[in-house]
């Protein structure tokens, strides 16, 4: 049964840094390439980042809007996806999910104050 459970989110202010953790359990994680999404109040959910598999060369990318302030990163030996944010904005604020091949996690939320 494939699990996927982030943790980490909480209210911080503007310019402040979080870091998102997605357990994942169930699965050959280290051979699956993996994604975190937001879903900001009201609005769609929208892709963030992404990082492929192991044998791939785990090659990361973000959505424009976060570059240089969000990475992803996974540790394949505890099953373990990572969202690092930085100075965060109010706009930043949503649900974030992580995600592989049709599996989600219920998400953690962040809220960042201005």
């Known amino acids: 049964q494939v699990r996927l459970v982030e943790s980490g989110g909480g209210l911080v202010q503007s310019g402040g840094s979080l870091r998102l953790s997605c357990a994942a359990s169930g699965f050959d994680f280290r051979s699956s390439g993996m994604r975190w999404y937001r879903q900001p109040p009201g609005q769609e959910r929208e892709w963030v980042a992404s990082i492929t598999d192991a044998d791939d060369g785990e090659f990361t990318n973000v959505t424009p809007v976060v570059m240089g302030r969000f990475t992803i990163s996974r540790d394949n030996a505890k099953n373990m996806l990572y969202l690092d944010m930085k100075d965060l904005r109010p706009d930043d604020t949503a649900v974030y999910s992580c995600?592989?091949?049709?599996?989600w996690g219920k998400g953690t939320l962040v809220t960042v104050s201005s």
């Open positions: 995600n592989t091949q049709t599996y």
